[in-house]
């Protein structure tokens, strides 16, 4: 098929230069029959059939143009040209382009007449050789005779093809986006702290109607996007926009400035492999700037009364989308380690990097490390807060203080709006030094065995941080010890049904939130499987009553499926629906284990004088097991 549209628009290209090339003959010799001393070069009945011939060419190259273009659309691969403005403003000017080159070859032809090669002064009646208008003296009375063809004609043609070939390259990207894409990315990034806002980023801007006004192919979403820019690119750029934030308290803080360097460090999609993401520009000291950030919002925060300035620094640290903070720490720590993820959880369970971290850190220490910030770890301002928070880890000097994330308890029930406290007082523990790392320890196991609500589910609360972070860290390095806090929990927590949060949330008691954790820690179900098989009988689940304990099955090992087997396969013989129904969703999905014959028998004991519900889905995990029944 794609043979027949370049076969198509090769047509229509040769049929509309015929068309054009006769068109200009016609017209010369045109003239040539209206002037006199001209000689024509086509008889007469040839002069009367060219304008027929004309229009039969430019009719078939409209018609093979059009088919070309409606096969290429059935395919999926049109340019879309006619489907909006630049396209048509591209063909136009490349079929211009074209037309301007035959111009130019055919050029106006002497057809008789004696010319001046060089001014084109008539010599007819010059009986030398030398030209009596501009002196030129020619060396044959052959180039008195030669075409004109006017070199003007030939860079309006280039012109035409070029920018007529760039119309078609980002054609696709105007019809998918909106007009503006077909600005060019180099434009945009010479002139992004001239051009409008929202050429640059999503500023939010809306219509008198209550719409917003959306440019998608704004620069900010074109460095989100490698089709648009290349990583290398953006990364150039990138280092020539953050010159100036080492200079400038204001430029480190520019909300334009901070959305494409966030665009370009911080990519939307997450999921892109760690080495899509640009690693910093070599030619800016990021460490340094990372000190200056930090100092800003030090300052900040202690300012009374805060400057505008220091207002608009707070406000920018609080917004993960223009924090120059956050921008600047990922590339100091990608820097340290390139290989390594972004996420900040990995960083912080790797001793080397937190030690990195601190050593960045030093030089400003004191000035971090002040009463006022430390006093904020437990103000009321949210912002203010988390600021102080991430300052006082970044530097180490929460290491003094990691004991003031826990002032703010409620006295009867684990408050789940403390979620805050539980976050940075759990990452502020992964990284102490020894020498404070067991006074941690015990202070954590101290809680789970406390007979008060609030320091039980603090403690469970941290402790399930711990083992979330410590399967995000790579298995090379070496994850928080928590087995110490899972057996306390496991003693002193499950079969307590106090309410952890208060009336409102009846089924979350430190039993079922105890369990969850159990259940996180315990990746191969050696310790998981007998409590789920336990709680499913004796209906004690609460609010975790359908669990899913089958995240992590490439982690098992032969012991696990002898645990789920000697645990959950009694729940085949469950006189209720909802426990067989658990079962068959949690069945384990590997068929390569010496346990596959027990397992398809278990699955099996479902298919007979059950119900239907239960039946099908029987059928389906045998199937799965390319077990074919009738």
């Known amino acids: 098929m794609l043979l027949f549209v370049v076969l198509l628009w090769g047509i229509a290209s040769l049929m509309a ?43 078939v190259a409209v018609i093979a143009g059009y088919l070309a273009n409606q096969l290429a659309s059935i395919n999926g691969d049109s340019l879309g040209i006619l489907h909006s403005p630049v396209g048509i403003v591209s063909l136009l000017l490349a079929a211009s382009g074209v037309l301007w080159i035959i111009q130019s070859v055919v050029g106006d032809r002497a057809r008789g007449r004696v010319r001046c090669p060089k001014c084109w002064y008539d010599m007819s009646e010059v009986p030398t050789m030398m030209c009596p208008e501009c002196g030129h003296e020619s060396k044959s009375r052959s180039q008195h005779t030669r075409t004109k063809r006017p070199r003007w004609a030939f860079i309006i043609a280039i012109l035409s093809i070029v920018i007529g070939s760039y119309g078609f390259s980002v054609n696709r990207r105007v019809i998918a986006t909106d007009l503006f894409a077909a600005v060019p990315t180099w434009v945009l990034m010479v002139g992004w702290e001239w051009f409008p806002t929202r050429l640059v980023y999503d500023d939010g801007t809306m219509t008198p109607s209550g719409d917003r006004v959306a440019v998608d192919s704004c620069l900010q979403n074109r460095l989100d996007d490698k089709e648009w820019v290349s990583k290398e690119r953006a990364t150039r750029f990138a280092g020539r926009i953050s010159q100036q934030m080492l200079k400038s308290k204001e430029a480190r803080w520019d909300p334009k400035r901070l959305k494409l360097l966030v665009s370009i460090y911080m990519q939307k999609q997450y999921w892109h492999p760690i080495d899509s993401y640009p690693l910093p520009a070599s030619n800016i000291d990021h460490e340094e700037l990372l000190r200056l950030c930090a100092l800003d919002i030090a300052e900040a925060l202690r300012a009374n009364p805060p400057t505008m300035l220091d207002e608009s620094i707070l406000d920018a640290a609080s917004n993960p989308l223009q924090n120059a903070y956050i921008i600047t720490r990922r590339s100091v720590l990608r820097s340290y380690a390139p290989n390594m993820s972004p996420y900040f959880s990995t960083y912080l369970g790797d001793p080397e990097l937190n030690a990195y971290l601190q050593g960045v850190f030093k030089p400003i220490f004191n000035d971090i490390d002040q009463p006022e910030i430390v006093a904020m770890i437990n103000t009321d301002d949210h912002d203010k807060k988390t600021l102080a928070t991430r300052l006082l880890i970044d530097s180490k000097a929460i290491n003094l203080h990691y004991m003031n ?9 684990g408050s789940r709006d403390d979620w805050e406290n539980v976050f940075y007082f ?26 008060l609500v609030s320091e039980r589910m603090f403690a469970i609360r941290a402790v399930t941080h711990l083992v979330i972070a410590n399967n995000k860290i790579p298995k090379d390095q070496k994850p928080y010890d928590v087995s110490l806090f899972i057996e306390l929990a496991k003693e002193f927590s499950l079969g307590d049904d106090r309410l952890a949060y208060g009336p409102e949330y009846p089924g979350a008691t430190i039993h079922t939130t105890s369990l969850s954790l159990i259940l996180k820690h315990d990746r191969t179900g050696l310790v998981s499987f007998p409590l789920i098989g336990e709680m499913i009988e004796q ?39 909802e426990n067989q129904l658990w079962m068959l969703e949690n069945f384990p999905r590997r068929e390569d284990t010496i346990f596959e014959d027990q397992l398809i028998k278990i699955a099996a004991s479902l298919l007979h004088d059950q119900p239907g519900e239960v039946e099908r889905m029987a059928r389906q995990v045998l199937w799965k097991r390319g077990i074919d029944l009738p």
């Open 17 to 59: 230069c015929w068309g054009f090339s006769l068109s200009v003959r016609w017209v010369s010799d045109l003239n040539a029959r209206r002037r006199e001393r001209l000689v024509p070069m086509y008889s007469k009945r040839a002069f009367k059939l060219a304008p027929v011939l004309i229009f039969v060419c430019f009719a």
């Open 405 to 413: 994330l826990t002032r703010s308890l409620d006295a009867k029930y």
């Open 426 to 451: 759990s990452e502020a523990v992964r990284t102490l030094p020894d020498e404070l790392k067991s006074q941690a320890n015990e202070l954590i196991a101290n809680w789970l065995q406390s007979d």
């Open 539 to 577: 209906a004690t689940f609460g609010a975790y009553g359908r669990p899913n304990a089958f995240k992590h099955e490439d982690e098992w090992t032969d012991e696990s499926y002898q645990a789920w087997i000697d645990n959950l396969a009694q729940l085949a013989e469950s006189p209720f629906t």
